[in-house]
C-alpha cells in the first residue's frame, strides 16, 4: 500500500530535473538561511506533499529494522545518523537516500535490487 501510495504520489518521475527536486517535493530538505558568513540549519521545509513524505518516511522505518539491509549503504546512513542526532533525523536522512533511488531507478533501467545498494 505505501508503495503505491509513493508511486501515485510521484507520479511521472521525469517532471523533476534532478534527485534534488523530488527531495525538496516531498519535503526532505531543510531550511537553511545564509546571512554574510552564517549559515543555521531549521525545520524540514513545510510547503510539500505531505503524503509522499509521510509514505517515505514510513518505508525508512520499516528498511531501517528489516534484517535483508545489513551491510548496504542505506544501514550505514542510517546509523550513522542515529548514533549522532537520534532516530527521527536518521529515518529521514534515511528517506532522502531512497529518495535518491527512487529517482535513479528508472533512468538506470534496474530494478531495486539489494545488490544494487550494497556498500562497496
Same mark, same amino acid.
Given at each position: ?33 545564509? !546571512?554574510? +558568513? ?7 521545509? @513545510? ?5 509522499? /513524505?509521510? %509514505? #517515505? ?15 548496504? !549503504?542505506? +544501514? ?7 548514533? @549522532? ?5 536518521? /529515518?529521514? %536522512? #534515511? ?26
Amino acid at each position: 500500500m505505501t508503495a503505491a501510495t509513493v508511486v501515485a504520489e510521484i507520479g511521472d518521475i521525469r517532471r523533476f530535473g534532478t534527485a534534488k527536486a523530488l527531495r525538496k517535493h516531498a519535503g526532505l530538505t531543510p531550511t537553511i538561511t545564509r !546571512s554574510g +558568513e552564517r549559515s543555521t540549519t531549521s525545520r524540514l521545509v @513545510r510547503a510539500c506533499n505531505k503524503h509522499l /513524505k509521510q %509514505a #517515505l518516511i514510513l518505508i525508512a522505518q520499516s528498511f531501517a529494522r528489516s534484517v535483508q539491509t545489513d551491510g548496504t !549503504s542505506l +544501514e550505514k546512513t542510517y546509523y550513522r545518523c542515529f548514533f @549522532r542526532h537520534g532516530p527521527n533525523p536518521a /529515518k529521514v %536522512a #534515511l528517506a532522502r537516500q531512497l529518495c535518491d533511488v527512487l529517482f535513479a531507478m528508472p533512468r538506470g533501467g534496474t530494478d531495486s535490487q539489494p545488490e544494487c545498494l550494497a556498500a562497496a
